[in-house]
């Protein structure tokens, strides 16, 4: 019976690891322009709509600005509820998103339509060319590039249309991150 025991056991604990990293995979993280509301517990003068600002900021009363550009919805909370405790005993902050107006890929070049595309959930290269309209007659297929910038660091990514289309290779096809721009020259 231990025998069974111990090798059920150890299944079900790196499954429940697994399922809490793909959990915290999950999780939208802020970016500027995102619309959120802050409240707090028995507080009616600290419920707030607030828009994440361009430096990835927000300011909420008594707390001030607090950096929220890149965290998920419970992490703002805890920064929100730590800015608190000066002024509330033991604040009960919720934070939720009412808009993700700053998750935007930009698309520049020889598309149909290009401009910022709304991402409403995880987006690829394909699915934001199709978003655009596509390629138009005159775009290089084969110098497709998404540049994604990080802080100060500037990252080029090289995108195979060719492969993609084709089926053969899909290693190209990236999921873009808010703020990224797709080049198709």
């Known amino acids: 019976m231990v025998r069974f025991l ?3 056991l150890c299944t079900l604990a790196v499954w429940s690891s697994v399922t ?36 990835g900021s927000i300011t909420f009363p ?26 509330i005993p033991d ?11 700053g998750n935007l890929v930009y ?8 401009g910022p595309v709304q991402m409403a959930g995880p987006t690829a290269v394909l699915q934001a060319l199709s978003m655009s309209g596509g390629l138009d007659k005159f775009a290089d297929k084969d110098e497709i590039k998404v540049v994604r910038v ?11 249309y060719s492969d993609l289309i084709s089926g053969r290779d899909m290693s190209t096809n990236f999921q873009l991150q808010a703020g990224d721009t797709l080049i198709v020259p």
């Open 20 to 55: 809490s990293a793909d959990e915290k995979a999950a999780a939208y993280l802020l970016s500027p322009g995102d619309l959120i509301e802050v409240s707090v517990w028995r507080e009616e003068s600290l419920r707030k709509e607030v828009r994440v600002l361009p430096d």
């Open 91 to 101: 604040p009960n902050v919720s934070v939720v998103i009412k808009s993700i107006e």
């Open 150 to 160: 990080r802080g100060h660091a500037q990252e080029i990514l090289p995108v195979r």
């Open 62 to 87: 008594l707390a001030g600005r607090i950096e929220v550009a890149g965290l998920d919805t419970p992490a703002v909370a805890k920064k929100v509820a730590a800015k608190l405790e000066e002024y």
């Open 107 to 114: 698309i520049q070049g020889k598309v149909v339509k290009p």
């Open 6 to 8: 111990i090798p059920a």
